[in-house]
């Protein structure tokens, strides 16, 4: 079992930046690969970005390529979104995941999920 936190969120104007830090405990981290999905309210959960159990692979939607970047910390634990050039749409609720299997883009490739964090984009 993986427990996942994530924090870091707030509101920000139109073009700032934000970091999501997302901490990890329990089993091996480093076994895992970590998506980060967004859910804007009355959306589905939508992916952001993923990366594989090293953090050598990564991918990013189409909608956030060249503006947010995922990194990730197995000696501590912890997963990033680096997130610029903020956008209103980018305004939801963000979550962490970890898959114990599988490099993928769905929520149902993800076994375990954080609790989600807040980010609002003011224009």
């Known amino acids: 079992q993986v427990q996942l936190v994530e924090s870091g969120g707030g509101v920000v104007q139109a073009g700032g930046s934000l970091r999501l830090p997302c901490a990890a405990s329990?089993?091996?981290?480093?076994?895992?690969?970590v998506g980060w999905f967004r859910q804007a309210p009355g959306k589905e959960r939508e992916f952001v970005a993923r990366s594989s159990w090293s953090g050598g692979r990564t991918g990013y939607a189409d909608p956030v390529q060249g503006r947010f970047t995922i990194s990730r910390d197995n000696a501590n634990n912890t997963v990033y979104l680096q997130m610029n050039s903020l956008k209103p749409e980018d305004t939801a609720v963000y979550y962490c995941?970890?898959?114990?299997?599988?490099?993928?883009?769905?929520?149902?490739?993800?076994?375990?999920w954080g609790q989600g964090t807040q980010v609002t984009v003011s224009s």
């Open positions: 329990g089993r091996t981290f480093s076994n895992y690969c």
């Open positions: 995941a970890a898959a114990a299997s599988r490099y993928g883009s769905n929520p149902d490739d993800y076994d375990h």
